[in-house]
């Protein structure tokens, strides 16, 4: 089993950065994809951010690139979450997603569907005002 705990939501100003953590534990995630998700109330859960194992490979979602950045930090068992330039569109229960290697896989893929990741953090509130 492994848990997941996000930290770093806020409220903040349009145009302000914040940077979200998401601890692990119960077992080392260094071999695992992982994911950031949001959801705002009534809608689905929607896809921002994903890497690899490595950290080396990252994908974003059109509406957060250029101005959010995933990372981990192996050592630390964490993955991060940058975000700058927030815009009141950003506003939003951010996720913090791990998925499991599959049977004798090495390490797991990147994903950008909420459906592949098989533990869940309980959210972090970050809210942006306008």
């Known amino acids: 089993q492994v848990q997941l705990v996000e930290s770093g939501g806020g409220l903040v100003q349009a145009g302000d950065s914040l940077r979200l953590s998401c601890a692990a534990s119960?077992?080392?995630?260094?071999?695992?994809?992982m994911g950031w998700f949001r959801q705002t109330p009534g809608k689905e859960r929607e896809f921002v951010s994903t890497?690899?194992?490595?950290?080396?490979?990252?994908y974003y979602a059109d509406s957060v690139k250029g101005r959010f950045t995933i990372s981990r930090d192996n050592a630390k068992n964490t993955v991060y979450l940058q975000m700058a330039s927030l815009k009141p569109e950003d506003t939003a229960v951010y996720y913090c997603?791990?998925?499991?290697?599959?049977?004798?896989?090495?390490?797991?893929?990147?994903?950008?569907?909420?459906?592949?990741?098989?533990?869940w953090g309980q959210g972090t509130q970050v809210t942006v005002s306008s």
């Open positions: 997603a791990a998925r499991i290697p599959r049977t004798y896989a090495p390490y797991s893929r990147p994903s950008a569907s909420s459906s592949d990741y098989d533990y």
């Open positions: 890497l690899t194992w490595s950290g080396n490979a990252t």
């Open positions: 119960g077992r080392t995630i260094n071999n695992y994809a």
